[in-house]
């Protein structure tokens, strides 16, 4: 029977499902929307990702990791054997795609990252979680507001042929901006192409500012699907920039990597199996009043039996082991 290893990467956009083999072959790989709704979204992929599975004999899931700023809840969720930061996983799965990778730069839909990394060691890095013109959020919104579908927003930037300048700092900024441009006759492709090289130049001045980008340089996350941020950044960085085949789920595939390693040396996984689809999930949250702390703690609850609480900074309740029933 063949050993199989789960990623799973709970963001606040979307839920990816990564099924790895022992030679870190993508076996199978599921994108879905999250959509406010993680605890849904999570068991219907999984509920897709069984299915998927039927069609491989012989197969026994050996270990699951969870990443993504919902990791906890689907570390609970599914019994993972390791949880991990999207940093982490994200340069574990560079790694794995271009040994020797220096520099990671990730845009997602509501956020964006710079990893550096030195002797395959994370050295630095830096998060945008609070402007949205650096993200892919802010290029789907443009792209429904010019009529573009957003997959041919890169190619159609690709087809520039006069530099147009917009002012990316700020998300709306921006959007005046383009509609400045446009009444003053420039072309869409002109005019997406400016777009393009905002964000790029939104993400240099922010995130990668005083940082030292050396090669080889890896693009992931959503956005990187797009033609012409890819070369945008190569304009401006002057240097190859590589696209990985999976690039929109490097998150779970480095969470199914660092799975993997964990399970290594272990009897058995934590995985509780595909039927914990048939669950009932609750959360119930309530702020602690016993020090001026004021911790929202949250617990999860399986079936009416509380499973795991955090949020807590002194471990009070995230230390309890007794469970009790949902009232």
Same mark, same amino acid.
């Given at each position: #029977?063949? /050993?199989?290893?789960?990623?799973?990467?709970?963001?606040?956009?979307?839920?990816?499902?990564?099924?790895?083999?022992?030679?870190?072959?993508?076996?199978?790989?599921?994108?879905?929307?999250? #959509?406010? /709704?993680?605890?849904?979204?999570?068991?219907?992929?999984?509920?897709?990702?069984?299915?998927?599975?039927?069609?491989?004999? /012989?197969?026994?899931?050996?270990?699951?990791?969870?990443?993504?700023?919902?990791?906890?809840?689907?570390?609970? #969720?599914?019994?993972?054997?390791?949880?991990?930061?999207?940093?982490?996983?994200?340069?574990?799965?560079?790694?794995?795609?271009?040994?020797?990778?220096?520099?990671?730069?990730?845009?997602?839909?509501?956020?964006?990252?710079?990893?550096?990394?030195?002797?395959?060691?994370?050295?630095?890095?830096? #998060?945008?979680?609070?402007?949205?013109?650096?993200?892919? $959020?802010?290029? =789907?919104?443009?792209?429904?507001?010019?009529?573009?579908?957003?997959?041919?927003?890169?190619?159609?930037?690709?087809?520039?042929?006069?530099?147009?300048?917009?002012?990316?700092?700020?998300?709306?900024?921006?959007?005046?901006?383009?509609?400045?441009?446009? +009444? %003053?006759?420039?072309? +869409?492709?002109?005019?997406?192409?400016?777009?393009?090289?905002? %964000?790029?130049?939104?993400?240099?001045?922010?995130?990668?500012?005083?940082?030292?980008?050396?090669?080889?340089?890896?693009?992931?996350?959503?956005?990187?699907?797009?033609?012409?941020?890819?070369?945008?950044?190569?304009?401006?960085?002057?240097?190859?920039?590589?696209?990985?085949?999976?690039?929109?789920?490097?998150?779970?595939?480095?969470?199914?990597?660092?799975?993997?390693?964990?399970?290594?040396?272990?009897?058995?996984?934590?995985?509780?199996?595909?039927?914990?689809? =048939?669950? =009932?999930?609750?959360?119930?949250?309530?702020?602690?009043?016993?020090?001026?702390? &004021?911790?929202? &703690?949250?617990?999860?609850?399986? =079936?009416?039996?509380?499973?795991?609480?955090?949020?807590?900074?002194?471990?009070?309740?995230?230390?309890? $082991?007794?469970?009790?029933? %949902?009232?």
């Amino acid at each position: #029977m063949e /050993n199989v290893y789960l990623g799973i990467d709970v963001g606040s956009v979307s839920t990816n499902i990564v099924v790895i083999d022992d030679n870190n072959k993508v076996l199978e790989k599921l994108y879905i929307r999250t #959509m406010g /709704n993680p605890i849904n979204v999570l068991k219907e992929g999984l509920r897709k990702t069984k299915e998927a599975l039927k069609n491989l004999y /012989n197969i026994k899931v050996a270990g699951v990791g969870t990443t993504g700023s919902g990791r906890e809840l689907a570390s609970v #969720m599914v019994g993972a054997d390791v949880v991990k930061n999207e940093i982490t996983a994200h340069a574990i799965a560079a790694l794995n795609f271009v040994p020797g990778v220096r520099t990671i730069l990730e845009i997602g839909g509501q956020d964006s990252k710079i990893i550096l990394l030195r002797n395959n060691i994370i050295s630095d890095f830096a #998060m945008n979680t609070v402007c949205a013109a650096g993200t892919g $959020s802010f290029l =789907d919104r443009q792209a429904s507001r010019l009529g573009i579908p957003i997959e041919e927003f890169g190619s159609l930037a690709l087809n520039s042929s006069t530099q147009v300048r917009i002012a990316g700092r700020c998300a709306v900024f921006a959007e005046s901006d383009m509609i400045h441009k446009q +009444q %003053l006759g420039y072309s +869409q492709e002109d005019i997406i192409n400016g777009l393009c090289e905002a %964000l790029v130049r939104n993400y240099l001045n922010n995130l990668a500012k005083g940082k030292d980008i050396e090669g080889p340089i890896v693009f992931q996350g959503g956005v990187a699907a797009n033609i012409g941020i890819k070369k945008a950044f190569e304009r401006a960085l002057e240097c190859e920039i590589y696209v990985p085949e999976h690039h929109n789920v490097m998150g779970a595939i480095g969470s199914a990597l660092l799975a993997k390693e964990e399970v290594k040396n272990k009897e058995k996984t934590n995985f509780l199996g595909f039927d914990i689809t =048939d669950k =009932d999930f609750k959360v119930k949250g309530f702020e602690c009043d016993n020090c001026p702390n &004021v911790c929202e &703690v949250v617990g999860i609850y399986r =079936d009416d039996e509380l499973v795991a609480r955090w949020g807590d900074k002194c471990g009070k309740w995230s230390n309890l $082991s007794v469970a009790c029933t %949902l009232e």
